[in-house]
């Protein structure tokens, strides 16, 4: 479904993406593993375009997303943003549902479709006519991640759906993604660093390091194997081939 | 020596170059205002907050400018008996420059400021690039309502703050200088022409414009974190206060030596 063949990304001297190869199946959870700053979400924006890569090829269902009409492509995707990047203009209910209002869809429907996936991350109907300002950190997540599926979405991206949220509500999350997939058939792939959540959303885990994919298995091949940046990095080792200052 | 030259070199290439960005930034704003969708919710409240909400400061500003102008003209005048002039003076003074020109720089240092600012805030905090992932067009979304809404509100407001710069004029002059309240008013109708003023609402609405796009270029181009939206904030009013009062001599040069 999404290809990634030799992707270079480099802000000024930061070489971030040093030829990144990844393939994710249609209707698998691919979950990104990776130390903080090696690139995680700039792989996800340059698969949705908003970064260009300097070298190598993306490709959804074949199509090279370089090419082509940018909104249709972006019309059959979610995407929760690392730090929600809920519009502050408009209230819950509206951010939620703001690809269904612009496709045209009347007010009252969208918002009980925005009032049902709240519901799914948690949210009581009553937050749906607050704004993002008046929420907690962890709220605006799940906002972000109800506007993220409200459209029903072929291919769905999370980054990091799970930080600052509890363990309880963590876990309600897991099994929502976890449930998109399997029930909805979509496409996901996922950003985190909760090796819970690794395991409870994961058909395949890929670990970034050094601007590479350093290693990709499912979740059983992660636990037992031999490859130390792997094998740190699931343990929280300060020691490894993983520096510590980056 | 070389070093001095390459210096100016840089400066003036990158003059050039973000002369270049600004041309193409508006030629894609106006191009976007052609073609749909448009954001009728957007415009409205971009009308409201530039607008209506402009309305005090543009008419404080006026108010004390047309009264400080009558007290400077009856004051010059009198060097060489032509009191008589203030009614017309201020009038035209008003509505052909200062109107138009402080009342720009007003709306510049509150909206350009607050779009920017408000614009790269959401360019800091993903919300431009979750507008794109949710197949919304930023410039048609942020940039199209907010540079229509200061072209169109931006006159009306320089308007507004004619008349009331006028009735500066006409309190100072009654109450302090002794002109005759109907005199006054009959002084200034008659020799107001329908230029005078029309030529000032066109200044407003090309300041307005400047104004709004200067807010969304600077806000869409912000730097990350606070301190790149408080870099962006500034670089947006200063930009567009000097291009008010380029495009002012300009278009004063346009429309008034013949
Ligand atoms: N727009 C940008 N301009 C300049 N540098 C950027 C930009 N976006 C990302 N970077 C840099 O790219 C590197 C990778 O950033 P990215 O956000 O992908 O990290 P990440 O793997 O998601 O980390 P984390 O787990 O902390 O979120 C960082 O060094 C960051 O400074
Ligand atoms: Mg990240």
């Known amino acids: 479904m999404i290809r990634l063949s030799n992707v270079h990304k480099a802000f000024g001297n930061n070489h971030v993406l040093r030829g990144v190869d990844l393939h994710i199946p249609k209707g698998e959870s691919m979950v990104i593993i990776g130390g903080s700053g090696t690139g995680k979400s700039v792989t996800l924006k340059a698969i949705l375009g908003l970064v260009t890569p300097d070298v190598g090829t993306i490709t959804v269902a074949d199509k090279d997303i370089s090419k082509g009409d940018r909104d249709a492509l972006l019309s059959r995707f979610g995407m929760l943003f690392q730090g929600g990047a809920l519009f502050d203009s408009l209230t819950v209910w509206q951010n939620v549902a703001f690809r269904l209002t612009q496709t045209g869809m009347d007010k009252a429907r969208a918002r009980d479709i925005a009032i049902e996936k709240l519901r799914r991350v948690g949210l009581k109907p009553d937050v749906a006519d607050r704004f993002p300002a008046e929420l907690s950190g962890g709220m605006q997540k799940r906002v972000g991640l109800a506007r993220a599926i409200a459209a029903n979405p072929e291919i769905i991206f999370f980054d990091e759906p799970t930080t600052g949220l509890d363990p309880i509500m963590a876990g309600v999350i897991n099994d929502l993604i976890r449930e998109i997939v399997v029930e909805m058939g979509a496409t996901a792939m996922t950003i985190t660093h909760d090796m819970s959540s690794v395991r409870a959303i994961a058909d395949r885990v890929a670990m970034l390091h050094d601007g590479v994919i350093k290693w990709t298995g499912t979740v059983v091949e992660m636990d037992s194997t031999q490859d130390p940046h792997v094998d740190q990095f699931i343990h929280g080792r300060s020691t490894g081939p993983i520096e510590a200052v980056r | ?258």
């Not at chain 2, 930034?25 to 191009?31: L, P």
Request: proline share 3%.
């Open chain 2, 1 to 258: 020596m070389t070093a001095f030259l390459a210096s100016i070199g840089r400066a003036t290439l990158a003059i050039l170059a973000s002369i270049g960005a600004v041309t193409l930034f508006a030629g894609q704003t106006v191009g976007h205002m052609l073609r749909p969708p448009f954001y009728w919710r957007e415009f409205i409240s971009a009308c409201m907050t530039i607008g209506y909400f402009s309305l005090p400061v543009v008419g404080l500003t006026a108010l004390f400018t047309g009264g400080a102008l009558a007290l400077q003209i009856y004051a010059g005048g009198a060097r060489f008996n032509a009191e008589a002039v203030v009614p017309s003076i201020v009038a035209i003074g008003m509505v052909r420059e200062l109107g138009p020109v402080l009342g720009g720089l007003m709306v510049a240092a509150r909206v350009a400021s607050s779009i920017a600012a408000e614009i790269g805030t959401m360019k800091v905090t993903e919300q431009i690039d979750a507008l794109v992932t949710l197949s919304t067009n930023p410039m048609k979304y942020l940039t199209v309502p907010r540079v229509l809404a200061a072209t169109l509100t931006v006159p009306v407001l320089v308007l507004v703050g004619d008349i009331i710069g006028i009735m500066g004029g006409y309190l100072v002059g009654v109450s302090r200088l002794g002109f005759n309240p109907a005199a006054y008013l009959q002084n200034t109708v008659d020799f107001l022409e329908f230029w005078d003023v029309a030529s000032g609402l066109v200044k407003g609405a090309v300041f307005g414009f400047i104004i709004a796009l200067m807010g969304c270029y600077f806000g869409m181009r912000s730097g990350r974190g606070a301190q790149g939206v408080g870099r962006a904030t500034k670089a947006a009013v200063v930009a567009a206060s000097v291009m008010i009062l380029a495009a002012n001599y300009l278009l004063t040069e346009l429309f008034f030596s013949a």
